[in-house]
């Protein structure tokens, strides 16, 4: 045991460590960041004949949201969460699920159709495509900042008590959702006019989801401090293997599901909750 000359034990070992504890979970912070970067120079250098590129920002954006999702688990696990840690996650995320998709959805979806369409209806799709991806970037800042400042959210359709949901689609959700369906298509950009409309429907969608008050589920209630059943490592081993040998639909399949998961459990509460009782008039009061 180590102790000062003036009797006290030396604190000096362990506060560097815990102190070195904080910089764990900004390294995965970072490197969502630099994913999203990296996204964003690839998004712009794609091309119908080198669509590699959109595939590569596309598998960027899906890295960092493993890398967005690790940084915090860690943050939880060591208790190393900190005021620092948390402005630096969002300004991160708004860059990497903000920018990098709304550049990447543009760039994919619109800029590059092909000029034999009319000459007004393309200009029209891109240039709408544009506001369609900025109302996107738009509505995942706002979905962060409304997290940001609210201390117990709770969600307009609420689910199982105990059960930690987010309100409205994150903005990594809505991110994943756009290279899901990018990297589906190994990075071939959008050539037919009436398929740029529907992407541009898509990207409208997820803006809306995000910016609602509607639950979606939390990884946060995964609990990887308690005891689980050896059957969730093999659940876990066998979505590892599917996304590495079938990347393409396990991750579009998964990120339509998350999706529509909102827009299900929105509607079933829709339909169980009970209907108001009519307002009972007093006779004579008007």
């Given amino acids: 045991m ?16 815990r102190k070195g504890m904080y910089l764990l979970p900004s390294m995965f912070t970072t490197a969502n960041l630099a994913a999203g970067f990296y996204a964003i120079t690839q998004a712009m250098q794609g091309t119908p004949s080198e669509p590699w590129h959109f595939d590569l920002a596309a598998k960027a954006i899906g890295f960092a949201v493993f890398f967005d999702g690790m940084d915090g688990a860690i943050a939880r696990l060591t208790n190393t969460t900190s005021d620092f840690g948390k402005e630096l996650d969002s300004l991160a995320d708004v860059v990497t699920f903000g920018v990098a998709p709304a550049v990447l959805a543009w760039t994919w979806g619109f800029r590059l159709l092909p000029f034999v369409l ?4 393309r200009g029209k799709l891109v240039q709408f495509g544009a506001i369609a991806a900025f109302i996107f970037l738009a509505a995942g800042a706002s979905r962060l900042a409304r997290f940001n400042i609210q201390l117990n959210p709770q969600p307009k359709n609420p689910g199982r008590p105990g059960r930690k949901y987010f309100v409205g689609m994150p903005i990594p959700g809505g991110a994943g959702c756009i290279a899901a369906v990018v990297h589906f298509r190994l990075g071939e950009p959008i050539g037919v006019w009436w398929s740029s409309a529907v992407w541009m429907a898509y990207i ?7 910016v609602s008050t509607w639950r979606f589920w939390s990884a946060k209630s995964i609990d990887f401090r308690s005891r689980r059943p050896f059957r969730l490592i093999l659940i876990f081993c066998v979505i590892i293997a599917a ?10 399949a998964m990120a339509l599901a998350y999706m529509f998961s909102g827009v299900l459990a929105r509607l079933m509460y829709a339909l169980r909750r009970p209907a108001q009782p009519p307002s009972q008039e007093v006779p004579g009061v008007s």
């Fill in 243 to 252: 996304i590495w040998y079938y990347s393409r639909y396990v991750l579009v």
């Fill in 118 to 121: 009319d000459a007004d209806l």
């Fill in 204 to 210: 409208l969608l997820l803006g809306f989801l995000m």
């Fill in 2 to 17: 180590n102790f000062a000359l003036n009797g006290r034990r030396d604190d000096s070992r362990p506060r560097k460590m």
